[in-house]
């Protein structure tokens, strides 16, 4: 007689999906996965369904499970949980930027969890652990700000980083050149607060070094300049008032 | 007989210029520190003047230095070497994001340089490697854009941990949820180019989220959303067409 394990569905093919079926381990058993053409029928008997498809797609994925007794969890942030017309239902939101290119290890990727019953949130908290992750408890009206402000602090971000490479590579200079002053930017935060840790031209309001670098750049990059210098100097206006 | 060291002036009282006196050691010697309030009167006969005040202040401090032979440095990234009148001078731009709140090993600060004197260059590279940091050879027009590069990965970067903050503070939630995606996102790069890097609602067009997020935004918060996106995309249709 072996311990109790818990037969698992994930539905999926996208970064999330794969990261999942990646790390999804003992007690949880992988019974059918894939994404719409997979190869498997779904059973109708399993403790958990995983949706992991594109926002759009929950909705009719979850309407094929309808019937089903196990539980029925999506992993978007911005989706609320209702969206599950289940009444077991919940939510296993990864807060990471997850990609097939590069494999994370699962302890680096927190889950914020929900369920409609309580035991449910037990449920998921184990696959979280079992996976070597942790996972904390957000409702949907908090997980969407979440997931707003990781599009800020992560998708955007990397945009900023994107540009950079542009710009470096526009003057054959390396991008590697940069790893150290990304790496303390993102290690200053941990410590200071972004208002305390911001430095350069807009911040000192140094409108000659910020008007001979906008002249450098394409229309697009300029927005973006113009954009976000006065989003610092507004900040640091509404700090030094208080 | 010791060894030969070098006598050091170091003009400025602002972040670089506390790191340097943080810093600088042996085989340099600081003989004169301190911004304009300084107490020391300024040596005609050091071996090297190190000018580190704003962008807009270089000219009229070198200008209190003509006559003098030893080697005369700003720190600016964005000014070039000949806004010096000394016919011997150079530049030693750190590349990295200093606060006198934080103190950041040198070797976490990599130096780019020039000057007018190949030996020079040689004397600059010491004073790095002395601090146990490196040096790399730049020229002014190529340093313009590294200094412009920087502003995005690490100004703007840093303005949108401060917008993250702003956001999830006003839900209660706190800032340290987030950074285990922040250094995830600064990881990712260091082997992915940033283009593959890219996550997100905008990387995937995905107009039903974008919408609900930015109807949670103040303003200026939106229109930086927008641009954003809006960059994710464009840079995504340029690679797709490839």
């Known amino acids: ?83 599950l017309p289940q009444e077991r239902r919940g939510v296993l939101y990864p807060l990471q930027t997850i990609s097939k290119k590069r494999q994370i290890p699962a302890s680096r990727v927190p889950f914020y969890i929900e369920a409609s019953k309580e035991q449910d949130i037990d449920l998921l908290r184990l696959l979280a652990e079992s996976m070597g992750s ?3 408890q957000m409702d949907s009206e908090r997980r969407k700000y979440l997931h707003l402000a990781a599009v800020f602090c992560c998708n955007f971000v ?4 994107g540009i950079t490479a542009d710009l470096l ?12 002053l990304i790496q303390e930017t993102a290690d ?27 002249s450098l750049l394409d229309d697009e990059q300029k927005l973006i300049y113009q954009l976000l210098s006065k989003s610092i100097h507004d900040d640091k206006l509404r700090l030094d008032k208080d």
């Open 1 to 83: 007689m072996g311990a109790r394990t818990y037969r698992t569905v994930l539905i999926g093919a996208g970064n999330v999906a794969s990261f999942l079926k990646a790390n999804i381990k003992s007690p949880f058993e992988l019974t059918c996965v894939g994404g719409r053409q997979r190869r498997c029928p779904i059973p109708k008997d399993a403790d958990l369904y995983i949706i992991s498809v594109s926002d759009r797609a929950i909705k009719s994925v979850s309407e094929e499970l309808i019937g089903v007794e196990g539980l029925v969890v999506h992993t978007a942030g911005s989706m609320p949980m209702n969206v």
């Open 134 to 136: 942790k996972a904390e």
């Open 158 to 161: 990397n945009r900023l980083y």
């Open 169 to 180: 590579e526009a003057h054959n200079i390396p991008f590697s050149v940069m790893l150290p």
């Open 188 to 214: 200053k935060v941990k410590l200071l607060l972004p208002s305390e840790a911001q430095t350069g031209p807009a911040v000192r309001w140094d409108e000659e070094v910020m008007a001979k670098q906008m």
